[in-house]
């Protein structure tokens, strides 16, 4: 094993537009514009990737790519990867097995047509797999999976048939060769910074953007101390980073984690690295 630390970061975009706002039902015109808004984000965020030359993850859900294919192919032509994120924004659980693959499917056509290659990589909407999402992934030849928050730093082996009853001890399912990339809530702009109101809740967001970004850099610097060879992944939505105190004081962040000696990587190579080095069955 290499003895040089190695400590990699993910930045990860995923590009909802208008979709997650559809998928819930809200198509009146002041939702829809706030998720328009995320075309304005991303062409900010383009423009910081390219000037730190950094390559980063769109996850792209097929409605965007079919929505405003233009802004999806600039991502491509930035030379950032393009990862599965669903085509409706539909929550898998929330699906049948039909229904999930069938939109898995059309999201997958939709990339193959934009990159010319199907997607290696997935993350669900709103970060709630099915019990169908790990074998479908694998019937359908994704490499790796960002939805679950099983670790912070080391990627793992997505697992199927975990038994969790009411009264029962916890059974560990099988693990499979899906490569698992943790994420985290608090590790994810949303719920720092939106204002959401509903008939029942009110999220206040609203959070101090250097704040968010100091304990965001906190988490890179616990790594370092660590573990020898670890994976952080943030993720952003145009719409809500691309605000311009936001994008500031994420700039700000993109500039310290390259200092502090970050490797700035795509998910899809983060994910291989974690493969061929821990994860296939010779890895030491
Ligand atoms: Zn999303």
Redesign the pocket.
């Known amino acids: 094993m290499n003895a040089v630390p190695r400590h990699i970061v993910c930045l990860t975009f995923?590009f909802?537009t208008q979709?997650?706002f559809i998928a819930r039902g809200m198509t009146t015109p002041t939702p829809l514009s706030r998720g328009e808004f995320g075309l304005t984000g991303a062409r900010r965020i383009l423009t910081l990737l390219r000037s730190h030359g950094i390559k980063a993850t769109w996850?792209v859900?097929g409605f965007t790519i079919e929505s405003h294919p233009a802004a999806s192919e600039a991502v491509v032509a930035n030379g950032h990867e393009i990862a599965h994120?669903s085509w409706a924004?539909i929550p898998p659980a929330q699906q049948s097995r039909d229904e999930e693959e069938a939109d898995l499917v059309r999201a997958n056509e939709a990339i193959a047509r934009l990159t010319g290659r199907k997607a290696r990589g997935y993350r669900s909407?709103?970060w709630d797999l099915s019990e169908h999402t790990i074998d479908l992934l694998l019937a359908h030849g994704f490499l790796y999976d960002s939805s679950l928050m099983g670790a912070d730093y080391w990627p793992y082996r997505a697992r199927r048939g975990d038994r969790a009853e009411l009264g029962e001890p916890f059974r560990f399912g099988e693990e499979t060769a899906l490569v698992e990339m943790p994420i985290s809530w608090s590790l994810d702009d949303y719920p720092h910074f939106e204002f959401v109101r509903t008939a029942t809740t009110v999220l206040p967001g609203s959070q101090s953007a250097r704040l968010v970004m100091e304990s965001w850099f906190d988490e890179f610097r616990y790594m370092q101390k660590s573990v020898e060879w670890g994976v952080l992944t943030y993720t952003m939505?145009p719409y809500v980073i691309g605000r311009g105190y936001r994008m500031l004081a994420f700039e700000d962040l993109v500039r310290k984690l390259a200092a502090a000696g970050a490797l700035f990587m795509t998910m899809e190579d983060a994910a291989k690295e974690a493969r061929d080095r821990f994860l296939s069955p010779n890895a030491s």
């Open positions: 995923d909802d979709s997650g996850f859900p994120h924004h909407p709103s939505h």
